[in-house]
Protein backbone atom coordinates (compact mmCIF):
# COMPACT_ATOMS: atom_id res chain seq x y z
CA UNK A 1 0.00 0.00 0.00
CA UNK A 2 1.48 3.22 -0.82
CA UNK A 3 1.05 5.97 1.70
CA UNK A 4 2.57 8.26 4.12
CA UNK A 5 2.70 7.14 7.70
CA UNK A 6 3.73 8.43 11.25
CA UNK A 7 4.39 7.30 14.36
CA UNK A 8 3.73 7.37 16.95
CA UNK A 9 -0.07 8.26 17.01
CA UNK A 10 0.20 10.13 20.43
CA UNK A 11 3.01 10.91 22.61
CA UNK A 12 3.32 12.29 25.95
CA UNK A 13 6.45 13.76 27.22
CA UNK A 14 7.36 16.10 30.00
CA UNK A 15 8.29 19.48 29.54
CA UNK A 16 12.10 20.01 28.86
CA UNK A 17 12.63 16.75 27.28
CA UNK A 18 13.29 16.55 22.69
CA UNK A 19 11.08 14.41 21.28
CA UNK A 20 11.53 13.46 17.54
CA UNK A 21 8.41 12.88 15.58
CA UNK A 22 8.63 10.15 12.23
CA UNK A 23 7.16 10.83 9.10
CA UNK A 24 7.69 7.92 6.35
CA UNK A 25 6.35 7.78 2.77
CA UNK A 26 6.50 5.29 0.13
CA UNK A 27 5.10 7.29 -2.94
CA UNK A 28 8.36 8.19 -4.22
CA UNK A 29 7.77 11.81 -3.65
CA UNK A 30 10.76 14.68 -4.08
CA UNK A 31 8.91 17.31 -1.62
CA UNK A 32 8.15 16.40 2.17
CA UNK A 33 6.41 18.95 4.91
CA UNK A 34 5.52 18.96 8.43
CA UNK A 35 2.71 21.18 9.67
CA UNK A 36 0.82 22.10 13.03
CA UNK A 37 -2.17 22.11 14.47
CA UNK A 38 -3.90 24.28 17.03
CA UNK A 39 -7.50 23.27 18.39
CA UNK A 40 -10.07 24.80 15.89
CA UNK A 41 -7.27 26.43 13.98
CA UNK A 42 -5.93 25.30 10.11
CA UNK A 43 -2.75 23.98 9.46
CA UNK A 44 0.48 26.31 9.61
CA UNK A 45 3.93 25.34 7.61
CA UNK A 46 6.80 24.41 10.21
CA UNK A 47 9.77 23.13 7.71
CA UNK A 48 9.42 21.59 4.29
CA UNK A 49 11.81 19.93 2.08
CA UNK A 50 12.29 20.10 -1.17
CA UNK A 51 14.71 17.41 -2.09
CA UNK A 52 17.38 15.30 -0.08
CA UNK A 53 19.85 17.03 2.19
CA UNK A 54 17.76 20.11 1.44
CA UNK A 55 14.94 21.90 3.70
CA UNK A 56 13.64 25.39 4.32
CA UNK A 57 12.09 27.21 6.73
CA UNK A 58 8.16 27.48 7.05
CA UNK A 59 6.12 30.43 9.03
CA UNK A 60 6.41 28.27 12.52
CA UNK A 61 10.20 27.08 12.59
CA UNK A 62 11.46 28.13 16.14
CA UNK A 63 12.49 25.29 18.37
CA UNK A 64 11.60 22.76 16.04
CA UNK A 65 14.35 20.59 13.52
CA UNK A 66 14.37 18.33 10.71
CA UNK A 67 16.80 16.40 8.86
CA UNK A 68 16.05 15.11 5.40
CA UNK A 69 18.71 11.66 4.55
CA UNK A 70 16.47 9.42 2.92
CA UNK A 71 14.16 10.43 0.37
CA UNK A 72 11.47 8.40 1.89
CA UNK A 73 12.23 10.27 5.55
CA UNK A 74 11.83 13.08 7.40
CA UNK A 75 11.49 13.04 10.81
CA UNK A 76 10.78 16.24 12.95
CA UNK A 77 12.25 17.19 16.68
CA UNK A 78 10.51 19.40 18.71
CA UNK A 79 13.29 20.71 21.10
CA UNK A 80 12.94 22.34 24.78
CA UNK A 81 13.42 25.86 23.10
CA UNK A 82 9.77 25.13 21.28
CA UNK A 83 7.61 27.57 23.82
CA UNK A 84 3.99 25.45 23.20
CA UNK A 85 4.90 22.13 22.22
CA UNK A 86 1.40 20.45 22.67
CA UNK A 87 -0.46 20.14 19.16
CA UNK A 88 -1.47 18.25 16.57
CA UNK A 89 1.64 17.49 13.96
CA UNK A 90 1.11 16.81 10.44
CA UNK A 91 3.66 15.13 8.10
CA UNK A 92 2.66 15.08 4.09
CA UNK A 93 4.11 15.08 1.07
CA UNK A 94 3.86 15.76 -2.85
CA UNK A 95 5.80 14.74 -5.73
CA UNK A 96 7.44 18.17 -6.35
CA UNK A 97 7.66 21.39 -4.60
CA UNK A 98 6.79 23.61 -7.52
CA UNK A 99 6.65 22.22 -11.45
CA UNK A 100 4.47 23.03 -14.16
CA UNK A 101 2.95 19.47 -14.44
CA UNK A 102 -0.81 19.90 -13.43
CA UNK A 103 -1.10 18.84 -9.61
CA UNK A 104 2.29 17.75 -9.49
CA UNK A 105 2.29 20.14 -5.98
CA UNK A 106 -0.73 18.41 -4.67
CA UNK A 107 -0.63 17.41 -1.38
CA UNK A 108 -0.74 14.67 0.45
CA UNK A 109 -1.43 13.98 4.56
CA UNK A 110 -0.19 11.21 6.85
CA UNK A 111 -2.70 10.64 9.83
CA UNK A 112 -1.00 13.18 12.24
CA UNK A 113 1.09 12.75 15.53
CA UNK A 114 -0.85 14.03 19.00
CA UNK A 115 2.08 15.65 21.13
CA UNK A 116 0.90 16.25 24.86
CA UNK A 117 4.08 17.80 26.87
CA UNK A 118 2.81 17.71 30.72
CA UNK B 1 1.59 36.82 3.00
CA UNK B 2 -1.84 35.06 1.61
CA UNK B 3 -5.05 35.93 3.87
CA UNK B 4 -7.46 33.12 3.24
CA UNK B 5 -11.16 33.64 4.94
CA UNK B 6 -13.23 30.53 4.92
CA UNK B 7 -17.18 30.94 5.56
CA UNK B 8 -19.01 29.79 7.86
CA UNK B 9 -17.24 29.06 10.25
CA UNK B 10 -19.58 26.40 11.64
CA UNK B 11 -22.63 24.93 9.45
CA UNK B 12 -25.21 22.25 10.80
CA UNK B 13 -27.26 20.54 8.02
CA UNK B 14 -30.17 17.81 8.58
CA UNK B 15 -29.28 14.85 6.23
CA UNK B 16 -30.37 15.20 2.68
CA UNK B 17 -29.72 19.02 2.54
CA UNK B 18 -27.54 20.61 0.39
CA UNK B 19 -24.64 23.63 1.21
CA UNK B 20 -22.33 25.69 -0.12
CA UNK B 21 -18.76 26.57 1.66
CA UNK B 22 -16.76 29.22 0.11
CA UNK B 23 -13.04 30.18 0.39
CA UNK B 24 -11.77 33.67 0.01
CA UNK B 25 -7.63 34.52 -0.86
CA UNK B 26 -6.53 38.22 -0.43
CA UNK B 27 -3.72 37.44 -3.30
CA UNK B 28 -3.49 35.05 -6.18
CA UNK B 29 -2.70 31.60 -5.28
CA UNK B 30 -0.83 28.73 -7.53
CA UNK B 31 -3.14 26.10 -6.92
CA UNK B 32 -5.90 25.67 -4.38
CA UNK B 33 -7.20 22.20 -2.87
CA UNK B 34 -10.16 21.05 -0.49
CA UNK B 35 -9.75 18.98 2.10
CA UNK B 36 -12.02 17.14 4.67
CA UNK B 37 -10.85 16.05 8.06
CA UNK B 38 -12.68 13.61 9.76
CA UNK B 39 -12.66 13.11 13.83
CA UNK B 40 -9.53 11.33 14.09
CA UNK B 41 -7.89 14.16 12.49
CA UNK B 42 -7.19 12.24 9.29
CA UNK B 43 -6.95 15.34 6.15
CA UNK B 44 -8.46 13.64 2.70
CA UNK B 45 -8.20 15.68 -0.55
CA UNK B 46 -11.38 16.33 -1.73
CA UNK B 47 -10.18 18.54 -5.08
CA UNK B 48 -6.79 19.73 -6.29
CA UNK B 49 -8.56 22.58 -8.15
CA UNK B 50 -6.33 26.06 -9.70
CA UNK B 51 -9.61 26.61 -12.00
CA UNK B 52 -12.65 25.51 -13.11
CA UNK B 53 -15.26 22.90 -11.78
CA UNK B 54 -14.86 19.72 -10.81
CA UNK B 55 -17.13 17.01 -10.07
CA UNK B 56 -16.72 13.45 -7.29
CA UNK B 57 -19.96 12.13 -6.56
CA UNK B 58 -22.18 14.43 -4.31
CA UNK B 59 -19.10 16.75 -4.31
CA UNK B 60 -18.27 19.34 -6.32
CA UNK B 61 -15.92 22.51 -6.36
CA UNK B 62 -15.43 26.15 -8.53
CA UNK B 63 -12.61 27.74 -8.12
CA UNK B 64 -12.79 31.34 -9.56
CA UNK B 65 -9.28 31.96 -9.69
CA UNK B 66 -9.56 35.74 -11.61
CA UNK B 67 -11.73 36.82 -8.54
CA UNK B 68 -10.37 34.98 -5.88
CA UNK B 69 -12.38 32.08 -4.38
CA UNK B 70 -13.39 29.11 -4.40
CA UNK B 71 -16.57 27.05 -3.69
CA UNK B 72 -17.51 23.61 -2.48
CA UNK B 73 -20.89 22.23 -2.74
CA UNK B 74 -21.78 19.27 -0.90
CA UNK B 75 -25.42 17.81 -1.91
CA UNK B 76 -27.82 15.52 -0.31
CA UNK B 77 -25.58 15.40 2.63
CA UNK B 78 -24.75 12.61 4.87
CA UNK B 79 -24.07 12.53 8.63
CA UNK B 80 -20.79 10.62 7.03
CA UNK B 81 -20.16 14.71 5.79
CA UNK B 82 -19.93 15.55 9.14
CA UNK B 83 -16.00 17.19 10.21
CA UNK B 84 -14.32 19.97 9.35
CA UNK B 85 -13.50 21.25 5.25
CA UNK B 86 -10.29 23.31 4.67
CA UNK B 87 -9.56 24.91 1.60
CA UNK B 88 -5.69 25.76 0.87
CA UNK B 89 -3.85 27.73 -1.29
CA UNK B 90 -0.22 27.72 -2.81
CA UNK B 91 1.39 31.08 -2.75
CA UNK B 92 3.95 32.16 -4.72
CA UNK B 93 6.58 30.63 -2.54
CA UNK B 94 4.65 27.29 -3.15
CA UNK B 95 3.46 27.22 0.59
CA UNK B 96 0.34 25.97 0.99
CA UNK B 97 -1.63 28.58 3.31
CA UNK B 98 -5.20 27.32 4.97
CA UNK B 99 -8.00 28.57 6.32
CA UNK B 100 -9.86 28.18 9.71
CA UNK B 101 -11.59 25.90 7.94
CA UNK B 102 -15.81 24.99 8.13
CA UNK B 103 -16.82 22.80 11.21
CA UNK B 104 -20.03 20.95 9.70
CA UNK B 105 -22.23 19.04 11.49
CA UNK B 106 -24.70 16.57 9.74
CA UNK B 107 -27.72 15.75 11.68
CA UNK B 108 -29.73 12.25 10.91
Known amino acids: DGGITQSPKYLFRKEGQNVTLSCEQN?????MYWYRQDPGQGLRLIYY???????QKGDIAEGYSVSREKKESFPLTVTSAQKNPTAFYLC?????????????????FGPGTRLTVL | GIQVEQSPPDLILQEGANSTLRCNFS?????LQWFHQNPWGQLINLFY???GTKQNGRLSATTVATERYSLLYISSSQTTDSGVYFC??????????FGSGTRLLVRP
Open chain 1, 92 to 108: ASSIALSSGRDSYNEQF
Open chain 1, 27 to 31: LNHDA
Open chain 1, 49 to 55: SQIVNDF
Open chain 2, 27 to 31: DSVNN
Open chain 2, 49 to 51: IPS
Open chain 2, 88 to 97: AGMDSSYKLI
